[in-house]
């Protein structure tokens, strides 16, 4: 096995125990996380446990609801890919190491929901950077979310406004554009390719991230049919010298179907960018992982499970 840039000894104590092998949410996500529930009259909601299926939704109580019973396992998920202490998810985990190394990144979150992803990268980096487990070079990240629930937008914002002076103290400066996309759009994902090839004009390094989509685009084979068309587009315009695609789900049933309808749909699309990749059986393209976590705002901890996938989105064609 090649050396890895996160290795599981190095990992911070209080990111994850080797002893317990469980991890724990950094601080500061969670210090926001519980401003938000505040806020919002959400904490002891958060306390409770969830309804068995719940989703969420576009309205503001499922929003908020998601936020309060979906947010944390989002979030560790994300950090499951980063920190990968198992050592299930190296291409994965070395990815998001090689991509923010430094200098300028263009980093887009579809959909961004209340902002796990882009919070947890964020919060993640920051105490890596903290612990020195990565090297504290100036790195400047260009951020652009799409989200359809109004409520969820306005939550990544605030955030994001907290978060910003935090994460300065670790030589990262982010800029950010946070607006409304309708997946199954073509117009709202003109509009968003848009504004994405502008922000990220003058970063040769990118990172498209999405996570929690299976159930609502497996949910419908007709929502997945139209949602493709918009995936190619965002795909094509998201390609660049470094450029990578990193989609997380958690290991429910339909992941794996869906997952692979992802691939067939990528080799078509990419067939000429992706060289010998293209032979590649089905079950290659994806990893699993799964620990515990804990609780941040309860007692106990709770069961963190992923399976993720990784495009690479080149210039030109590879070998």
């Not at 090649?2 to 996500?29: A, Q, T, V, Y």
């Not at 969820?152 to 946070?178: C, F, G, H, M, N």
Request: aromatic share 10%.
């Amino acid at each position: 096995m090649n050396k890895r840039f996160i290795r599981s000894e190095d990992i911070p104590s209080h990111l994850w125990c080797g002893k317990s092998k469980k991890m724990s949410l950094p601080s500061r996500l969670v210090e926001l996380w519980e401003k938000l529930l505040e806020q919002n009259d959400l904490l002891g909601l958060a306390k409770r446990r969830a309804p068995d299926g719940f989703e969420g939704g576009m309205s503001k109580e499922d929003t908020d609801k998601h936020l309060a019973w979906r947010y944390n396992g989002s979030c560790a998920r994300v950090m499951l890919s980063i920190l990968d202490p198992n050592n299930d998810l190296s291409e994965v985990s070395d990815a998001y190491s090689t991509t923010f190394a430094g200098n300028e990144v263009f980093l887009a979150d579809l959909p961004s929901g209340s902002g796990a992803a882009i919070i947890t990268i964020l919060c993640t980096l920051f105490e890596l950077r903290k612990s020195n487990v990565l090297p504290r070079h100036p790195l400047k990240i260009k951020i652009m979310a799409g989200e359809i629930s109004p409520t969820a937008r306005d939550y990544l914002i605030e955030q994001l406004d907290l978060l910003k002076p935090t994460i300065e103290d670790q030589a990262i400066w982010i800029s950010y554009e946070v607006i409304d996309w309708d997946t199954l759009c073509p117009i709202s994902t003109a509009d968003l390719i848009r504004r994405m090839t502008i922000i990220s004009n003058d970063c040769p390094t990118r990172l498209l991230i999405l996570s929690n989509f299976t159930g609502f685009l497996a949910g419908s084979s007709s929502k997945w049919n139209t949602a493709k068309k918009q995936f190619e587009q965002i795909f094509i315009h998201s390609r660049d010298l470094n450029s990578t695609a990193i989609w997380i789900e958690p290991q429910r049933k339909s992941v794996i179907p869906f997952y692979n309808k992802l691939v067939d749909f990528f080799k078509k699309s990419f067939k000429s960018l992706i060289g010998s990749q293209v032979n590649k059986d089905k079950d290659d393209w994806y990893a699993q992982s799964e620990l515990k976590c804990i609780q941040p705002i309860a007692e106990g901890d709770f069961r963190v499970n992923l399976t993720v996938i990784r495009f690479n989105l080149p210039m030109e064609s590879q070998e």
